[in-house]
């Protein structure tokens, strides 16, 4: 592909003015006046690409072909939520180590003749003597770090997700599924273009700092919490969930208070845990994706995320899906955010 060969059709945000001259009535042959009931058709289609560009943000003909897709895909966009999201989930991970991966009591988890159990295909795998196991830790952590700073990124990824993914697979007790969402995100991360905003790299290397990234680092990542959304969903279709069986428990929980005051016991659980949980883990990736319900969306994923930070021994994960939430909305949002800030803060929240 040449370059340059994107220019027009991967721009789907520019107003398109292809013809709309057409609609000005001018012609050399005559008066230019056009038939009544075309001037509405043309309106009416112009306003449907507009409405399609609003709710979606391409127009159907940047899926009419491979290339288009390849070029919509590649769009130059604003690296900065991108690069806050980095960091978070970097301060995150770093945080952890130290507690679900084990790190605080790594001499007990790798105990000598301690029972373990291994995953299918992965049997060969061994713990390495507890010295060496302190030491996969600290790459683990300092790949944590550099990701969250943005320092040699690209290393710091390979050294979080190679330990990270080793330490995964020696157990499958210790197996659930957010654990294996960090590996995957990390994994992916490897593969951006993260560190161009509020990172050291940019700091080190100017042609890095601010520079656009693609549109698919966004639309991976979106896609991909989106699919946790949804699959949890599916997840509570099942009868004992609809029927408010599987959680009965929690409705007991403090958290639940203020809906015992208007409601009984039986009814909370039924409407707010098991009801509550189904439609909002359904709903939730619509509603973050849409301009219109996304302040809707961040709000109940938000609630619904400290109230299981609260209600479940879950780690870091109600966390990690909080930080992935403003993924869903502009890219340059951090800047104008910062830009409340008072002006001898700007060099380090623009970098």
Not at 11 to 17: L, T
Not at 139 to 146: D, E, H, K, Q
Not at 321 to 329: V, W
């Amino acid at each position: 592909m040449e370059a340059g060969a994107c220019d027009n059709a991967g721009a789907p945000f520019i107003e398109r003015s292809s013809g709309q001259g057409d609609l000005s009535g001018s012609s050399d042959e005559g008066e230019g006046t056009m038939d009544k009931e075309t001037v509405p058709a043309a309106e009416r289609a112009v306003e449907t690409e507009s409405m399609l560009k609003r709710l979606f943000g391409f127009e159907k003909e940047d899926l009419s072909s491979w290339h288009r897709l390849v070029c919509l895909l590649n769009r130059p966009t604003d690296p900065a939520s991108l690069g806050i999201f980095r960091f978070l989930f970097g301060m995150i991970m770093a945080i952890d180590i130290t507690q679900e991966r084990g790190l605080s009591h790594l001499d007990y988890k790798y105990l000598d003749g301690a029972p373990v159990c291994r995953f299918p295909l992965f049997s060969f795998l061994q713990p390495l003597p507890l010295d060496y196991m302190y030491l996969v830790y600290v790459v683990m952590l300092f790949g944590a770090v550099g990701i969250m700073l943005g320092c040699f990124y690209r290393l710091s990824c390979l050294m979080f997700i190679s330990t990270y993914w080793y330490i995964f697979f020696l157990d499958k007790t210790a197996w659930n599924n957010h654990s294996y969402l960090y590996g995957l995100i990390g994994f992916q991360l490897t593969f951006m273009d993260a560190n161009r905003y509020w990172s050291i790299d940019g700091l080190r290397n100017p042609k890095k700092k601010n520079s656009q990234v693609p549109l698919w680092n966004y639309t991976l990542l979106r896609f991909q919490i989106f699919i946790v959304y949804f699959i949890a969903g599916i997840k509570k279709l099942d009868a004992d969930w609809v029927e408010g069986y599987s959680m009965s428990y929690l409705a007991h929980h403090w958290l639940f208070d203020p809906f015992r005051m208007i409601l009984p016991n039986e009814m909370v659980s039924l409407l707010v845990v098991h009801g509550g949980g189904l439609c909002l883990d359904l709903s939730a990736g619509y509603l973050l994706f849409f301009d219109a319900t996304r302040p809707f969306g961040i709000f109940f994923v938000s609630y619904f995320h400290c109230m299981n930070s609260q209600l479940f021994s879950i780690g870091m994960f109600a966390y990690t899906m909080l930080a992935t939430s403003p993924l869903f909305c502009y890219p340059d949002w951090p800047r104008h955010f910062f830009a409340r800030f008072p002006e001898i803060l700007r060099p380090v929240t623009s970098s």
